[in-house]
């Protein structure tokens, strides 16, 4: 389940790779202008969709199908409540990393924009195969486990970045903790989501909703306060912000229980009499 919800965000991780990739020629050519060019992929894809429709309709009655088992299934509402405070600490350490890592690979390494772009696209690169590496994880270790050492990671890699900053490391090597950082945050990405279904059976279209779209928007939220403090301190004080907040996304994934389904009360008595 954590594997195909892995290929599921991949998609995500490689529009945002690609992102750059594109925006920095269309700006250079044409100004910001040329943004309007990006609303070319919007549309094609907005278009299969549309074409796709009545196939992805099928899979509501399929889903109907399963209901009756799933209602046998408690739904978890305090650890799902934890679950959303580590998405969302998560996530502001995510978007405060995709914001500001060009800037400072421009402002604090002296790269040139094209430079910065390139680690911002090497990050989120490395974060899409991440995805599917962290999916098969989870599919074969406990699913906390994995995001615990996830967001370790991300703590750990925040500071490195941080420290290089104030010590003029070299860029190629800045470049490979960026990649690392990026590799290291996206392990989680679908395990999170695979996780919140877990503790929401019942309510599976809640918990995608949640730790898909909320959690994403507190994260991007954060980003101008991010902002405040490296026009204060520097930009290498948003990066030891950026694991601070990491570490506090850990410590509330130790609390995570186990996402193994409990059944509801009226299941556990029938397995009681029986």
Known sequence: RATGMGWFTLGGYGGFALGPLLV???????GLHGTVFLAIPVILV???????????????RFDQRQQPHAACLHDRWRPFGILTMVVSLRSTAFFGAVTFLPLFFINVLHASPAQGNGALTAMLLCGAIGTLVGGR????????GVVAFSIATVCAFAAILAVAGATHVDRLLVLVIAALFGFGISLSASVLVVLGQEYLPNRIGVASGVTLGLAVSVGGIAAPLFGLLGDRYGLSAVFYAIA????????????????RPQPSTLEAEELSVA
């Open 24 to 30: 920095t020629p269309l700006l250079l050519a044409f």
């Open 46 to 60: 907005a278009t299969a969709i549309a074409f796709e429709l009545p196939r992805l309709r099928t899979f509501r």
């Open 244 to 259: 601070i907040i990491a570490a506090l996304s850990f410590i509330g994934a130790l609390f995570l229980p186990s996402s």
């Open 137 to 144: 994880m989870a599919d074969h270790y406990e699913r906390r």
